[in-house]
């Protein structure tokens, strides 16, 4: 079993709608979860980090963790085409492990 | 400031070569990673350093060797090519404990033919 499972897309939404993004892991030395968002032929770059369950906001976006079911969420309101991107779940214990993304379009 | 700084950007291998990929960073960070991501597979981790002189292993360490000679640099070998190894690489750093967030340099893409 992977460390890992990240929900794998692609998805397709219109401008406007609520993206929700989806991890489990199975490893429960994590502490520390993130997001990274990736565009194209770029380097990923953190959106969101939390250590705790529970919801964290920030803006348009929302992380959502689960500790007890070693489920995260993050979810995207109103979202724009320039949230087009690749989104990876990311797991912290004494490396740094990530699912293998979901790629999001956003039509306009 | 320059952050995560990959060299080359871009590399043809034939099978049986060999090359190094260097990373360096100049925001003083203790973790050093190195990625690679494939289609459909996302990040996977080859090799890590937690601070200057030291190296591990991660997901997919076969065919790679690595260094970390100096605290700003980290370079990823490989001694001897394979198609496999077709990828997109991608070096990380953070520190200066785990729970920061990591900075990613832009890539290199390497084929191998």
């Known amino acids: ?34 997001w990274y968002r990736q565009y194209s032929r770029k380097g ?10 529970g919801n964290k906001e920030d803006g348009r976006f929302t992380a959502q963790v689960d500790k007890s079911s070693k489920y995260i969420s993050l979810f995207i309101r109103d979202s724009q085409p320039s949230d087009s991107a690749t989104y990876l779940c990311a797991f912290n214990d004494y490396k740094l492990s990530f699912g293998a993304g979901t790629t999001v379009t956003v039509r306009a | 400031n320059a952050g995560v700084t990959q060299t080359p950007k871009f590399r043809v291998l034939k099978t049986g070569q060999s090359m190094t990929l ?10 050093m990673y190195w990625y690679r991501q494939d289609p459909g597979m996302g990040l996977r981790l080859i090799h890590y350093s937690v601070g200057e002189g030291t190296t591990a292993k991660g997901e997919v360490p076969d065919g790679y060797n690595v260094s970390r000679l100096k605290k ?37 893409r390497l084929t191998v033919v």
Request: a negative charge; hydrophobic letters at 35%.
């Open chain 1, 1 to 34: 079993q992977k460390e890992v499972e990240q929900d794998p897309g692609p998805l397709s939404v219109p401008e406007g709608a609520i993206v929700s993004l989806n991890c489990t892991y199975s490893n429960s030395a994590f502490q520390y979860f993130m």
């Open chain 1, 44 to 53: 990923p770059e953190l959106l969101m980090y939390t250590y705790s369950s």
């Open chain 2, 22 to 31: 260097l990373c360096a960073q100049d925001m003083n960070h203790e973790y």
């Open chain 2, 72 to 108: 700003q640099n980290f370079l990823l070998g490989l001694e001897s090519a394979a198609p496999s190894q077709t990828s997109v690489y991608f070096c990380a750093s953070s520190g200066p404990v785990r729970d920061t967030e990591a900075f990613f340099g832009q890539g290199t």
